[in-house]
């Protein structure tokens, strides 16, 4: 990777503010000054220190879950049966206790309410997690919507238009009609029960809500309840789609 990533990584600065500390002699690989901003470093062999510290890199999680109905996506609620963090790998901190040994504590990036199902992500990439959810950059979000009836073709301009809530007006980016009651639909910022809340407004009720991607990952084959790591491919692709700026 590039050395002024793994400044980012260790938690220096933004990518951006790395290469300043760059340019500036700040940095050093292997006890030589780095200048070269194109330098390609590995963390696992190469000594990089800053301003005289070596790096201390934080090994970040990438884990997708897909999620099942019944299943709180709060840790910290104490009312809640079935958490998301109980079909966690063990190598995970299940829940915002004490972590044990060992264990990586890693936090959903947005949520998904109780009954609705489909794709979560954890990461411990605090920095990655706040790009994903900012309106500026507006990450997809897609789901998969079944109504209680039939979907009258008049209630589409309104949903493009935008349907006003309590936070304010809120739009279905893109709207596909995959059967009289099934909707897949595309939006962009992401606010408490919004799908649910917007068919409300219609006179609808969702029955069924599942979300099958979030920008460029995709739950695929992945059954409901379990999970995976993300690819080196994939990971790439997050942080190309939000740069640090």
Known sequence: MRIARALAL???????????FIRNGAVTVNGEVVSDLG???DLDRDAIAFRGRLLQTR?????????????TTTADDNHAKKTVFELLPRSFVKASRQPKARRTRVFPV???DRDTTGLLLFTNDGELANRLMHPRYRVPKSYEVRLNQAFDEKDRGKL????????GIVRIDKLKVLSNRVLALTL???????????????GYEVVKLKRFS????TLGRLPEGAGRMLSRDEIETLHSLTPSV
């Open 10 to 20: 260790a938690g220096i600065a933004s990518r951006r503010k790395s290469e300043e």
């Open 39 to 41: 330098r390609q470093v």
């Open 59 to 71: 090994k970040f999680v990438y884990y997708i879950l897909h999620k099942p109905v019944g299943y």
């Open 110 to 112: 947005g949520r998904l």
């Open 160 to 167: 493009r238009r935008g349907i006003r809530l309590a936070e």
């Open 188 to 202: 962009y910022e992401g606010k408490k029960r919004e799908i649910r809340r917007i068919f409300e407004k219609l």
């Open 214 to 217: 979030l920008g460029p990952l």
